[in-house]
């Protein structure tokens, strides 16, 4: 079943946070200290953080409904919002998250393509994201869809410090 898939605006905003909390509790949680986990979505989810990243001309945010309910979300970034790798002819996906009562439905890859067209209409030569290292899932998912290893960079939740790979497809 496919969902519809929407711009995220400034009018969004705390609804956007509610997911990106959700989202991101819901899928790490487990792995991560509880007083870390909560510095981590405290700071990243501020609402002024996300109004600023919304007011961002090179970030973009989408989100994926089904039956009328908010089931996952989509980040991208091009230009200087891109957080690693900064190549004026590439797309970052950010952030990919699906609610958990969405999950294994195939939403997941409906917004993977959605970002893969995206970046095909507007001529970028790769697509790129950061996963964390032990979110083995995440990085097989990836896999099946072409993307490769091309680096790694650190990614603190709250005070732990972590490893995310660059995973990067080539389009063009």
């Known amino acids: 079943m496919k969902g519809q898939i929407y711009p995220c605006g400034l009018e969004d905003l705390t609804q956007l946070q509610k997911i990106s909390i959700e989202t991101f509790r819901d899928t790490f949680a487990a792995e991560n200290d509880p007083a ?15 109004e600023r990243e919304l007011r961002n001309p090179d970030s973009r945010f989408f989100f994926l409904y089904l039956n009328d309910q908010l089931a996952g979300y989509l980040k991208l970034n091009v230009g200087k919002a891109q957080t690693e790798l900064a190549d004026k002819d590439g797309l970052e996906i950010e952030r990919i998250y699906i609610r958990k009562a969405f999950k294994r439905q195939g939403l997941g890859r409906q917004l993977l393509d959605f970002a893969f067209e995206l970046a095909e209409k507007e001529k970028r030569e790769q697509i790129w994201l950061g996963v964390w290292e032990e979110n083995q899932n995440a990085r097989r998912f990836y896999q099946a869809f072409g993307f490769e290893q091309v680096g790694a960079h650190a990614f603190y939740v709250g005070t732990d410090k972590q490893t995310d790979l660059i995973m990067r497809k080539k389009l063009f």
Do not use: G, I
């Open 36 to 50: 870390d986990l909560n510095d981590y979505l405290v700071d990243a989810y501020a609402l002024e953080k996300l």
